[in-house]
């Protein structure tokens, strides 16, 4: 069964930068879909960017230009670079990836952004 933990969240000013982690053990980011999701208070959770397994990514409108997903070579590891962070993408970021045929889901990080 595979397993995803994210590190790389916590509190920056408006206009800053993050890197988010994902690491997976018992499986690889190899699947048809990897991703990151972020879930904001009293709102429903949405995704914010997918990796697919041929490399293509594809962002929400509301991080084109500012984030970018990839992935380490070893396929172990999925990152979110965060640039020109906004207090409105507060909120927990989680990983998930399909790895054969079965979806899963990080614990998640939480990023604060302040004004």
């Known amino acids: 069964q595979m397993q995803l933990v994210e590190s790389g969240g916590g509190l920056v000013q408006a206009g800053g930068s993050l890197r988010l982690s994902c690491a997976a053990s018992?499986?690889?980011?190899?699947?048809?879909?990897s991703g990151w999701y972020r879930q904001a208070p009293g709102k429903q959770r949405e995704l914010v960017a997918t990796?697919?397994?041929?490399?293509?990514?594809n962002y929400a409108d509301s991080v084109k230009g500012r984030f970018a997903i990839s992935r380490d070579i070893a396929m172990t590891t999925l990152y979110l670079e965060m640039n020109n962070l906004k207090p409105e993408d507060t909120a927990v970021y989680y990983c998930?990836?399909?790895?054969?045929?079965?979806?899963?889901w990080g614990q998640g990080t939480q990023v604060t952004v302040s004004s």
């Open positions: 990796i697919f397994r041929s490399g293509f990514t």
């Open positions: 018992g499986g690889i980011f190899s699947g048809s879909t």
């Open positions: 998930n990836a399909e790895f054969r045929s079965h979806y899963y």
